[in-house]
C-alpha cells in the first residue's frame, strides 16, 4: 500500500510569490491534515480536509489556504510569500474513526 | 486549550540501554488521544504508537511502550534496548476526541535523541 506522497520534496521561491503544494493520501483516506514545521514555531496545524469541505483550521492568516478534491487529493496554497514562510510543510492523512495519522515525506519550501 | 510539554530538548543514550522520552499534557477534555511520533533527519514523521484516554492497559508496539499516568497528566515513551537508528527527533502530540472527526494534532517541542555506539 502506498504512503502519503507530497510533491514537490523541495521549492524556492522569492517573496510575493505564490506556491502550490500538493498531498496525495493513502488510498482509503478521506482526511487530510497539514503542518508546518519550522525551527521556532515548532509544528503548527495548518488546517483539514474531509470529503471536500475544510473541517478544521488553525491560527494562520489567510495567505494560507487549501481545498481537497474529489479523489481526497488536497492542495495548500500560500501567496505573497514572506521570508517567514521558509517550513517543512508535512501532510497526513487518516480514515475517520482509526486514531493513526501518517505523515507524508514533508516539501521543504525555501523563500528568498 | 490543548498543550504537550516535553522538558528535554535532548538526550544521550549507550546503545543497547533503555531510555524514557518525558511527555506532559495539559486538556480540559475527559476524552483524548495521545502519540508518539518519530523524526528523522529526513522529515517525515512516523507513527510509533498511540494512547487513549480510557484505555486501561498501557500501549506497547514491539520496542516501544507508552507509561501512560493519567492522574500525572504524563505520557512517557519508553524504547527498550535502543539501537542506533533510533536517534531522531521524538515528538509528543495529543488530540482531542469528544470533538468527532477532529483530526487536529498537537505536538510539543520534541525531544532529539542520541544514540551512541
Known amino acids: 500500500k502506498a504512503g502519503v506522497t507530497q510533491t514537490p520534496r523541495y521549492l524556492i521561491k522569492t517573496r510575493g510569490q505564490q506556491v502550490t503544494l500538493s498531498c496525495s493520501p493513502i488510498?482509503?483516506?478521506?482526511?487530510v491534515s497539514w503542518y508546518q514545521q519550522t525551527p521556532g514555531q515548532g509544528l503548527q496545524f495548518l488546517f483539514e480536509?474531509?470529503?471536500?469541505?475544510?473541517?478544521n483550521k488553525g491560527n494562520f492568516p489567510g495567505r494560507f489556504s487549501g481545498r481537497q478534491f474529489s479523489n481526497s487529493r488536497s492542495e495548500m496554497n500560500v501567496s505573497t510569500l514572506e521570508l517567514g514562510d521558509s517550513a517543512l510543510y508535512l501532510c497526513?492523512?487518516?480514515?475517520?474513526?482509526?486514531?493513526?495519522?501518517?505523515f507524508g515525506p514533508g516539501t521543504r519550501l525555501t523563500v528568498t | 486549550a490543548q498543550k504537550i510539554t516535553q522538558t528535554q530538548p535532548g538526550m544521550f543514550v549507550q546503545e543497547k540501554e533503555a531510555v524514557t522520552l518525558d511527555c506532559t499534557y495539559d486538556?480540559?477534555?475527559?476524552?483524548?488521544?495521545l502519540f508518539w511520533y518519530k523524526q528523522p533527519s529526513s522529515g517525515e514523521m512516523i507513527f510509533l504508537i498511540y494512547?487513549?484516554?480510557?484505555?486501561?492497559q498501557n500501549a506497547t508496539e514491539g520496542r516501544y511502550s507508552l507509561n501512560f499516568q493519567k492522574a500525572r497528566k504524563s505520557a512517557n515513551l519508553v524504547i527498550s534496548a535502543s539501537q542506533l537508528g533510533d536517534s531522531a527527533m521524538y515528538f509528543c502530540?495529543?488530540?482531542?476526541?469528544?470533538?468527532?472527526?477532529?483530526?487536529?494534532?498537537?505536538f510539543g517541542t520534541g525531544t532529539r535523541l542520541t544514540i551512541i555506539p
Open positions: 488510498s482509503g483516506h478521506r482526511s
Open positions: 494512547q487513549g484516554s480510557y484505555d486501561e
Open positions: 502530540a495529543m488530540r482531542e476526541l469528544s470533538n468527532f472527526g477532529n483530526e487536529k494534532l498537537t
Open positions: 480536509y474531509f470529503s471536500e469541505t475544510q473541517r
Open positions: 486538556t480540559s477534555d475527559q476524552s483524548y488521544g
Open positions: 497526513a492523512s487518516g480514515r475517520t474513526g482509526n486514531h493513526e495519522q501518517y
